[in-house]
């Protein structure tokens, strides 16, 4: 029993999760302290955005029921032919509804204007080009615009080739498309 102490002793630093998550199961042998924990979680803290959790106040997976709740009635739905969904048409913002819930978020320059763009609520102004102070380098160039990963979440700004302007704006799951 000793050398097995001693054993998980020596392996504590590598069993131990981010303060984000919850512990293993042997971490509770050797607690840390919070100070420890704090300035683990300063240095490796990210000056971007780390998550995308929403767009235009929508977040993904959100349920059809609650979309109408919070944004009430679209002002048009039309079949998404990509999804073989439904896209339900606000004044600031698009939804594509697939098996009730938000698949993903579509902003248009026109939406964006009269009501400002939120991405996790922070506003955002691709029109002033301050996403990479945000969002930092892209994961992805394609040739219609930049693609931000945040694990499984994808943010793609489309961007017109000629001009460089900004076209829309889409928050999907990556792995769905």
């Given at each position: 029993?000793?050398v097995i102490l001693l054993l998980?002793?020596?392996?504590?630093?590598?069993?131990?999760?981010?303060?984000?998550?919850?512990?293993?199961?042997?971490?509770?042998?050797?607690?840390?302290?919070?100070?420890?924990?704090?300035?683990?979680?300063?240095?490796?803290?990210?000056?971007?955005?780390?998550?995308?959790?929403?767009?235009?106040?929508?977040?993904l997976y959100m349920p059809e029921?609650?979309?109408?709740?919070?944004?009430?009635?679209?002002?048009?739905?039309?079949?998404?032919?990509?999804?073989?969904?439904?896209?339900?048409?606000?004044?600031?913002?698009?939804?594509?509804?697939?098996?009730?819930?938000?698949?993903?978020?579509?902003?248009?320059?026109?939406?964006?204007?009269?009501?400002?763009?939120?991405?996790?609520?922070?506003?955002?102004?691709?029109?002033?080009?301050?996403?990479?102070?945000?969002?930092?380098?892209?994961?992805?160039?394609?040739?219609?615009?930049?693609v931000y990963m945040r694990g499984?979440?994808?943010?793609?700004?489309?961007?017109?080739?000629?001009?460089?302007?900004?076209?829309?704006?889409?928050?999907?799951?990556?792995?769905?498309?």
């Amino acid at each position: 029993m000793n050398v097995i102490l001693l054993l998980l002793s020596l392996l504590s630093p590598y069993l131990s999760v981010s303060p984000q998550k919850e512990s293993v199961p042997a971490a509770w042998l050797f607690p840390q302290s919070p100070v420890v924990l704090a300035t683990e979680h300063s240095v490796n803290a990210s000056p971007y955005v780390t998550a995308f959790d929403s767009l235009a106040g929508v977040p993904l997976y959100m349920p059809e029921e609650e979309l109408l709740q919070v944004k009430g009635t679209p002002l048009s739905v039309t079949p998404d032919p990509w999804q073989g969904c439904e896209e339900y048409h606000y004044s600031d913002m698009s939804a594509g509804i697939c098996d009730g819930a938000v698949l993903y978020v579509h902003v248009t320059p026109a939406e964006a204007g009269e009501y400002g763009l939120y991405l996790n609520g922070q506003r955002i102004e691709p029109q002033k080009n301050n996403l990479p102070e945000l969002l930092g380098s892209p994961d992805f160039v394609a040739e219609d615009g930049d693609v931000y990963m945040r694990g499984s979440t994808a943010l793609k700004i489309y961007r017109n080739s000629q001009t460089g302007e900004w076209n829309g704006i889409d928050l999907f799951d990556g792995n769905s498309s």
